[in-house]
């Protein structure tokens, strides 16, 4: 095959998204004919050109290619630096067998509604943008799937969540579907803020965005502290799972995010059918599938997304029982199946609940079309209340048989394609065991509680389709804004019952693809599982027997008393159970019906507390910034001129005041000389030999120093105010002594003022500093052990310094306990080879006269650090060597 | 001409600014048409700075005469990868700010078009400059006709707002002042020569606890200018005042010069002090983020919505700035060039309603999607790359951003942390920006002057096509851009790890070696010596010529000493 298969990836995204930008914008001016010939047709070409990749794959594999995929890379969208190495995210797309799976049903689904909403959008003014929208979510969708990099999938990611914003708000006149759809994108948002954490965290480890690389390293993954952090007890891979499945439970509609999905009802029918039930919702289970190998490593990440799957199942399902409005009760139960189908994923069912999506797109997307045309039937818009439908068999046969079919498939029917995949969850479940080895019983819990929402599917689905079709037709609903008002129901055209059979036939026949057509005969021939086993990974649990036979038998009998239930309460006329449990137990049914309260809670607590802490800061910004750094300031400055100009009085007496008090500052100023020196110092603080000395400066004066501090001044009156002075041993003050040690590497002072008869001992501090930090330097340099040198001054200025049995560790010598020695300030001896040097201080003293004769002194004591320059004998302590 | 190609393009607008000064008051179409020509000229040449070569991270272009040669003041100039994309963000912007106050601006016209065409002299001289005082000069140049925009043409409390963003401005600069002077004096000292050029200060190596004090007063201005909380109170004031233009030009460029101080000025010349600083800053960047947008979020005004949002932006840049890996450096250059179009785009998007109904409070709209669709979708599309929608330009620079931040060698264990915090700035700009969406566009148009607001005109619908035009080219292909960013990135990040590593502790090291050498000039007793025997000898030179060698391996460690 010569032509590049590959590159039909890249149109089966730009088709799709060339015709979002054609009607989005000329479809304006353009016919309803041109508009969804150019949607439809873009998608129908997608659709192509997937089946055309798909079979492409197939051949591939069936060629004994296992790991065949398709690959096409566009250009380098950018790069970043990990680790010194460049990482590239390229544009590239990529069909393996999971992805080409997902191609399949979107497409083909997308197709199928994007055909009925040309029937149920008929008289939409906004026709052209609602097609656009509808484009864009299928080019985003597609770019989510066929991406071969997280970050390319984050494009399509949060691409299908705008359109699913712009699509659930369609309708944005009306404020609350617009704040519907505000609400979707911001609980998406929250959602792919976890995605883009759980990216760094991969990029960071394995060094690459593709997928594929990722999967490879995952066994590392999970050998690594996420965030080099060892004290978090947790690795790589469950952080970023962790995160990963945050922004699955946004998408997906998972607890705790699965609040905006029900209101998400507020957009078109075809929207809530292709966006809200069959594709863009399952891209949560999607994204677990394509990372499996990383989840698979992560128990605890595992046990987190079956336990929310699961708890969401069981929530949405009991919510899903009282509800009275089709497409709500439908949205429910969307949030419950995605509960399943992440249940599968978390028990390393991966290909289950993988199934599951598939066979959910067909009866699901049925459903929500079903809804459509009833709606479309009786004039409701937005939604219907099924306490105003009933009986509608008679007059919409179509969507009445395909509207069975799917409720047979959801509430797991056998031989209905949902048997099928419900059942390999439940089995998942119940195989996962030791998996979980904090909690091996957790898989049959979890088990009992799907099997309990099973039951709660089946009755909610047949007390909808009961109450919606069988019985007496209750007059529709109230007419005040209805299209068709006062009319019998009728059934829709045939743009909208074609879509609805294709997909009631695939919710019908689509569970054979598990078993395959000859499954009944070879019971191990799963050509699902063998088609997408080298996309996924296996956490190698083994399926007994006995788990079939329980996920089989419990499976059935969940979907026969749930469907019974529904029967004998709504399908036989006048039966008042339902209203006496209602009254029996209110609060039960006002808690259900308020949906678990969960939407209050969030506005209570999160979306309260940001409101407020946003009210909070706009006030702080007014109060505390701008009141502290603009009026505060301007207030001081202010305050400051009205002093001032307070001064400016006019009051002569108050002027000639100030003015001789300015005088009088002014003379004394002159008249008093200022004496002040100061000495240049190093950076350690020590005066360098020669002494740099210099006296304040002022009008005529003269200055006079006396260096030592003796009484006697050593120079005349001179007018330089600097000195240069070198100080010997004998013009250091005796008895004032500074130590300093170091060694080659450095010098670490300790000075301390040597008294006579106070013995002084280098501490520990000093014993350290001699000892560098650097290994190779510990080990190759003396260091004085044991008992520190003593130190002590004499009566005369000297210092006698007994080395106390210190030794010196390298040559391992002793030094003589009684050898002493006595050395003068400025000199320095060695103790081995670290040395110690007594430095001295000195006491300089100026005088200064000014021009009127008056004279004003001022001493400065500081140390002198030995120069080179003064050759002073030095002392060597220890003996020879 | 090519060798003028800098200087043509900073003094032009200011010979054009003096014509229009000689032009009769009167003639207002010709001012208009004559200063947008002037601009769109400005832009031309500006084009033709692409044809340099942006492989190395050489400066471009370059030009340098000495004007004062005994204080070594220059005229130097230069562009490479980092100041090429502001400069034609600011010529690209201008004339499309000038062109978007057509119709806005009725007074003193002639003064207008003046203060335009010095500003952009002001900012591109203060992109361009590569002589410390010299960008100095251009810095104080630009606050001239801003404060004076702000003040003429603003709105009810403009002299107000315009006092405020002088004084703000004003006060952190006079700081920058004196330690360009003191950056001076200190080489002076060490080499006897006078300099202000970048390129000799970058070489001085200064003791840390003088490098804080200098960064500081660096980092105070430019901190002023982003603005970085809590920095940031006469940003609202202005931006609500400014007249439509004036708003642009200052969000989109001059908020810029701050960013781009740092990345040229602070950052540089004080590495070891920005390092030190940096966990603070840090923080300050995220608070902004998230406080920013908080801030937005409530704001009644559209256009202090948009202001807010603004601090919640450049929180981000700042951010990707001192994580000082090359992604953080290029998401952060790139985010200055997607904040100046995205919030740029905002601005002009906001004078359009308020030309039109003359007012910003967003409970006065509603329901606008049906009445004016094609500003509806331009809006949407604005505000959804402002968000950081992927496919826009506004997620290129935030990733960049965050897994710069959460690569960050400097951030150390808290990078996670500090990206999960300012990751939140994410969500909360989806939360701000749609509430406006929501507010404006979307519920029904019942408030009765909506409901015949004409749709853009063409003439605005020119203005903003070029900037949705970026708002995809950089979501798309950010490459363009970023490629001729990666050298002088690389080389910033080279020449700042190399610094810090050898100038961090540099001068106490030094200090260290000089007082060990002189305290032991000759470390063993003579006397001792002559009792030595040879082989003791030998041995005692061995020791020796190690400590000397090692002192040689300290003063090496120490690093840029010599």
Known sequence: MEFAVERTLLWIVLLPLAGAIINGLAGRYASRTTVHTVAVGSVAMAFGLALLAFVRLYLLRAAGEQDAKLIYTLYEWFAITVNNSQVSIPVRFIMDALGGAMTLVVSGVGLLIHIYACGYMKDDPSYARFFSYMNLFMASMLLLVLASNVPLMFVGWEGVGLCSYLLIGFWFENKSYAEAGRKAFITNRIGDFGVLIAMFLLVQAVGSFEFETINRHAVELAGRWAFGLPALRMTVATVATLFLFLGCTGKSAQIPL??????????PTPVSALIHAATMVTSGVYLICRLSPVFAVAPTSMAVVAIIGTATAFLAATIALVQNNMKRILAYSTVSQLGFMFAAAGCGAFAAGFFHVYTHAFFKACLFLGAGSVMHAVGAHGDADIRQLGGLRRFQPRTNWTFLASCLAIAGVPLFSGFFSKDEILVGALSVGDFFFFAPWLGRVLFAVLVIAAILTAFYMFRLYFMTFWGDYRGGPSHDNAEHGGHDPHESP?????????????????????????????LHWEPWVVWLEPSLASIGTEHHTSHIAWALGLGTTAAVVGIGIAWSWYARKDVETPKRLKEQFPEVHQFLMDKWRVDELYDATILGGSRRLGIASANFDNAAIDGLLASASSKAVKGLSYLFTRIQTGVVHAYGAIMVAGIVAVAWWFIFPHARIDVQLDENGLARNPVHLAAGEGLGYEYQWDIDSDGTFETDWQSGSKLEHRYSIDELKPGSVVIFAGSGYGVHTKQSKLMPGEPFHLDENLLGSWQHPDEYFKKTYPKLVGVLPKIEADEDGGVIIRPNGAVVARTGKRIEREETIRVRPGESVSIGEAKLTIAGYAQATVAVKNAFGLISRDSITFTIARDSGSNAPQAYLGGTR | MSGYLLSILIWLPLFAAVVVLFTPRQSVGVIRWFSVLVMLVELGISLLLLTGDYTSAQFQFAERAVLVEKLGITYSLGVDGISLWLVLLTTLLTPLATYSSWTAIHTKVKEYAFSFLLLETGMLG????????????????????????????????????AIKFFLFTMVGSLFMLVAIIYLAVQYQAQTNLYTFELAKLTELVLPVNIQIWLFAAFALAFAVKVPMFPLHTWLPDAHVEAPTGGSVILAAVLLKLGCYGFLRFAMPLFPSASHRFIPTLVVLAIVG????????????????????????????????????????????????????????????LVGVIYERRHTRDLNEFGGLAKVMPNYALIFVVVALSSAGLPGTNGFVGEFMILSGAFLSEFFGERAPLYTLFAATGVVLAAVYLLH??????????????????????????????????????????????????????????????????????????????????????????ETGMNQESEEKKADRDRNQARSDGEVEIFAQVAGGLR
């Not at chain 1, 909208?496 to 499954?519: E, H, S």
């Not at chain 2, 005082?133 to 003040?151: D, K, N, S, T």
């Not at chain 2, 900037?467 to 020449?495: C, H, Q, R």
Request: net charge neutral; hydrophobic share 55%.
């Open chain 1, 258 to 267: 699965f609040v905006w999905l029900p209101d998400a009802m507020a957009g």
């Open chain 1, 494 to 522: 045939g743009s909208m019952t074609w879509p609805l059979v294709l997909l009631g036939v695939g919710a019908i026949v689509g569970g054979y693809l598990w078993v395959g057509a000859l499954g009944l005969l070879h």
């Open chain 2, 126 to 161: 203060a992109f361009i400059a590569l002589d410390v005082l010299l960008f100095y000069v251009f810095w104080e140049l630009m606050l001239i006709p801003m404060a004076l925009i702000i003040g003429i043409w603003g709105g009810p409390n403009r002299v107000y707002a």
């Open chain 2, 289 to 348: 983020i998230i406080y920013g947008a908080y801030c937005a979020w409530v704001q009644k005004d559209f256009k202090k919505l948009v202001a807010y949002s603004s601090v919640s932006h450049l929180g981000f840049v700042m951010l990707g700035l001192f994580s000082v890996t090359p992604q953080g450096l290029s998401g952060s250059i790139l985010q200055m060039v997607n904040h100046g179009i995205s919030t740029g785009a905002l601005f002009v």
């Open chain 2, 436 to 525: 406006a969406v929501l507010k404006v566009f979307f519920g029904p148009a019942d408030n009765e002057k909506n409901q015949h607001l004409p749709d853009l005109t063409a003439r605005e619908l020119t203005v903003l096509a070029p900037l949705v035009l970026f708002v995809f080219w950089i979501g798309l292909y950010p490459n363009t851009f970023l490629k001729s960013m990666e050298p002088s990135i690389k080389a910033f990040t080279d020449n700042y790890s190399a610094k810090l590593k050898a100038g961090d502790d540099a001068p106490t090291q030094r200090a260290v070696v000089k007082a060990a050498v002189n305290i032991f000039p000759q470390t063993v007793s």
